[in-house]
């Protein structure tokens, strides 16, 4: 009899597992957990729940993200790809039992057998230094008008909740990710790593991309084989000239700039971040990205939530080009500040380089009234206006106007400024502080230091410690006195070195290991106090350059400053790298007379390399003769003119200077009427240049209407087809070196 019975039951358990699995699974379903069914608050059809195997499948325009609930309660990813593919979920990875545990995981954790760089690393008050996170509840809701699922993990013998966010942007092909984890201990748990995200790519040999660079020479585009093993990009103390965090991850034989699949990404975060590159013996790509933990940790207290920033993740089956359009578009269209996400940026002066820090009302006033003859929109004055400001060696921190150089303070100037119809803006470095300065002397311990140690300077300044909230209340105080007591529309936030002696003396044990977590959270709340009060007001991202840039500051600063170096021929290949992931938008560039190479650069060509991004002017205009004058009048209408293509069109990169001498960027209508072409040619003298004595060969333009004709003016006059420029291309016709050219295309309507 109890063989019988025992006979039943496997029938019992075979019929189960067919039901769950298909005929050749192998293992028994009664031991799988029991799901709560999701619950839905909206029914999309980007976020389903599946049956086989049990989990959820979110679709976007382009791409499927697959996961499941393992037997043993994991959560596991299945596939992350190109749409139209036959999904084979291997049975194998479903139907572990907890006894092996599932090792490729959603959320990877330590605990158990480790087979991917983990998410979250925790040390629960009795000491234990693993977690077991199984799937608990989900559902799916809206966000922001845009469907958004969460996974409970819950770890079965403590008292931790991790939930998984995915919020999915269908038409861009975005899913952004985030982690919260809540405490339900009633003693602290100790968070030791805790990722944003975690993405599985099918097996391939993967190349690389990301953007690394250093003062002067931002957004250098670099590429690299994924080996075995894990490569990381990270930052450590906000170093973050050498690295903005963004990756695109292509098959190395199957993609270009314009075919093949592209996964690409990025972090909302300005603090130390880190993404891993981990290829798995087996050939799989893991990518996960969030805050670095390095020298961090964090206590998260019974009952308290710990939130990760946004890890964005997307795919492309246009090659790079479509994973740049898609990033421009989510930058634009879901990250910068509403307020000013459909206005155009304005063409501005910055006087730095033509008065460093010998500011005065005569002076300033004496630029504003060319900036304004030339077109100029927005009057900036940079650092030198405040308190004892006369170097880099004093001032920092004490944010009052100097008033032995602005004895009536800064408003009569402003006034007249506005009176020749330009706005007003103006530098700050609210972070840092001079040992030289009143706020230093006052409070020397509102500083990153520890007691015995160096309190290391650079450009003779330190860290303010915006862990602390009585010195984020003071900036918040002095910048609005300053915005309240001026008509000041427009501001530059700088920050001019990393962070080094990073301790905070003060501060209970633990929260001294959290410093630079609360550093970022509290600059983040402080700008947008600050915004809240002052809602007209935009504002500029600086570090020594572009320094910082990376979603968590765009979705507060409308714009960047992309580099000091205002070289238009390094500039090329600065702003070239820049649009792999920022929107030409945001990418402010001053026409100056730098000439880092010695080679005399037209102020025709230093027009035409600003003119493609945010155009700005920065050089001395009283040294600028009649004629230079008139150019720049010229030109700064006829960048008014193409501005809307520039800064809303869509991007096409022609032709790469990191491969020749020659670059060229194409902007294009979203309806595809109007285009405009920029061509550069630099260095004869480099490997595989093309010689520029004489014009040669053509440049095939992207995203035109092949079946209309366009009219093509400014350096270049005539007509001609879409199919043509398309097809047969656009003649290079520009000649000699560092020389350049604006088409403008415009559709034939009938
Ligand atoms: C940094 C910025 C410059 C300028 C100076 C002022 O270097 O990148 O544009 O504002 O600071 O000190």
């Known amino acids: 009899m109890p063989q019988v019975k025992k006979i039943y039951k496997m029938i019992f358990l075979i019929v189960i597992m067919v039901i769950l699995y298909g005929v050749d699974s192998c293992v028994a379903q009664s031991e799988a957990p029991e799901p709560n069914p999701p619950r839905w608050a909206k029914q999309t059809n980007v976020i389903t729940v ?78 234990t230094r693993e977690c077991d996170l199984v799937y608990s509840s989900s559902e799916i809701f809206e966000t922001d008008g845009f469907p958004c699922l969460r996974i409970d993990l819950r770890d079965p013998a403590y008292g931790l909740v991790v939930s998984s966010y995915i919020r999915v942007i269908p038409e861009l092909d975005i899913l952004e990710k985030w982690i919260v984890l809540k405490n339900m201990e009633k003693e602290p748990i100790l968070i030791e790593n805790s990722q944003s995200g975690s993405i599985w790519l099918p097996v391939e040999e993967y190349d690389l991309f990301h953007l690394a660079g250093l003062w002067g020479r931002e957004f250098m585009l670099h590429r690299t084989l994924l080996t075995p093993g894990v490569t990381t990009i990270q930052t450590r103390d906000f170093v973050a000239h050498e690295n903005p965090p963004w990756f695109a991850v292509t098959p190395s034989r199957q993609s270009s700039e314009t075919q093949g699949p592209v996964w690409f990404g990025s972090l909302h975060y300005s603090g130390n971040w880190r993404l891993d590159f981990e290829k798995s013996p087996s050939g799989n790509v893991q990518i ?60 501005l002066y910055n006087s730095w380089y033509a008065t460093k820090f010998n500011v005065n009302e005569q002076q300033q006033l004496e630029l504003a009234r060319i900036a304004k003859e030339i077109g100029v929109e927005l009057f900036v004055i940079d650092d030198g206006w405040f308190k004892g400001r006369n170097d880099a060696h004093a001032g920092l921190g004490d944010w009052t106007v100097d008033k032995k150089k602005f004895p009536n ?101 633990p929260m ?71 929107p030409a938008k945001l990418m402010v560039s001053w026409v100056t007379n730098a000439d880092w190479h010695k080679v005399s650069p037209s102020l025709k060509l230093r027009f035409h390399v600003c003119m493609s991004g945010v155009l700005g002017v920065g050089t001395d205009l009283t040294k600028w003769s009649q004629e230079e004058r008139k150019l720049a009048t010229e030109m700064i209408a006829l960048y008014k003119k193409i501005r809307p293509l520039v800064q809303e069109g869509i991007l096409h990169r022609l032709h790469s200077p990191f491969e020749s001498n020659r670059a060229a960027v194409e902007y294009v209508s979203q309806d595809g009427s109007e285009a405009v072409i920029f061509l550069y040619n630099l260095w004869e003298t480099l490997p595989g240049s093309t010689p520029t004595a004489r014009a040669s060969g053509a440049v095939r333009l992207r995203g035109l209407d092949p079946d209309a004709n366009y009219f093509l003016s400014n350096d270049r006059s005539g007509r001609a087809s879409g199919e043509t420029l398309m097809n047969m291309g656009l003649p290079w016709f520009v000649q000699g070196n560092f020389n350049s050219a604006i088409v403008m295309l415009k559709k034939q309507t009938q």
């Open 50 to 127: 599946t049956e086989r195997p049990q989990g959820w499948r979110i679709e976007t325009a382009a791409s499927v993200y697959q996961i499941a609930v393992a037997r043993d309660g994991i959560v596991i990813p299945v596939y992350y790809g190109p749409r139209g593919q036959p999904l084979q979920v291997r049975k194998a990875n479903v139907n572990v039992s907890s006894k092996v545990g599932s090792h490729i995981r959603e959320v990877p954790f330590r605990g158990g057998f480790i087979a991917q760089t983990p998410a979250i690393e925790v040390i629960f008050p009795d000491g």
């Open 409 to 509: 303070g800064l408003q009569p100037m402003i006034k007249k400024i506005n009176d020749l119809g330009l706005d007003f803006g103006i530098w700050v470095e609210p972070e840092m502080v001079n040992p030289d300065s009143d706020l230093y002397r006052a409070h020397p311990d509102w500083v990153l230091h520890y007691p015995k140690r160096t309190r290391h300077e650079r450009r003779n300044q330190l860290v303010l410690n915006l862990a602390r909230k009585d010195v984020c209340n003071y900036l918040l105080e002095s910048l609005s006195k300053l915005l309240r007591e001026n008509n000041i529309s427009f501001i530059k936030w700088d920050r001019n070195r990393p962070l080094s002696d990073v301790g905070w003396p003060d501060a209970p044990r």
């Open 288 to 347: 996960i990205g969030g805050i670095n933990f390095w020298d961090t940790t964090w206590e998260l207290k019974p009952q308290e939530e710990f939130a990760t920033p946004k890890m964005v993740c997307g795919f492309s089956p246009e090659g790079m080009s479509g994973a740049s359009t898609r990033m421009h578009n989510y930058i634009g269209q879901h990250v910068l500040r509403k307020k000013f996400r459909d206005a155009l940026r304005p063409v």
């Open 512 to 582: 001294q290991y959290e410093v630079r977590i609360r550093f970022i959270n509290n600059l983040y709340n402080l700008i947008d106090e600050l915004q809240s009060r002052f809602p007209e007001v935009l504002f500029e991202s600086c570090s020594g350059g572009g320094g910082r840039t990376d979603l968590g500051i765009l979705s507060r600063m409308d714009q960047v400053w992309t580099s000091d170096n205002t070289d238009p021929a390094d500039r090329v290949m600065i702003q070239y790298g820049y649009s792999h992931t920022f």
